[in-house]
């Protein structure tokens, strides 16, 4: 196992004890033994928007080609985008495709 997977381990191992830990506690309202006692959803409701799905005949949406730019951004604006982490530049590209999204309808 290498070492990355292990630490994945202990801590998987020591969410679930937190979990159960919690569970004593009361921490946790979650009644797994009702909910699994409830019938699904028959679809009729359209609240329920259980649309059934043919799988084999599914095709994802091809990935649009990016382009390179240099983009001039603030320089406070940039490093708040940074601060959010890793992927900082696909969440700047989400906002710009959604102010565009809502610009061109």
């Not at 990355?4 to 830990?21: D, T, W």
């Not at 797994?32 to 095709?59: F, H, N, V, Y």
């Amino acid at each position: 196992m290498s070492r990355k997977s292990g630490n994945i381990v202990k801590h998987a191992v020591a969410a679930v004890a937190e979990l159960h830990a919690m569970e004593r506690r009361g921490e946790i309202k979650t009644n797994w033994k009702a909910a699994a006692k409830k019938p699904l959803p028959s679809g009729r409701d359209p609240d329920d928007a259980m649309e059934e799905i043919d799988w084999l005949t599914t095709e994802l949406p091809k990935p649009q080609r990016k382009g390179h730019m240099t983009l001039r951004i603030d320089s406070d604006v940039l490093a708040w985008f940074r601060a959010q982490g890793k992927g900082y530049q696909s969440r700047i590209n989400a906002i710009l495709r959604r102010y565009y999204e809502q610009h061109t309808r």
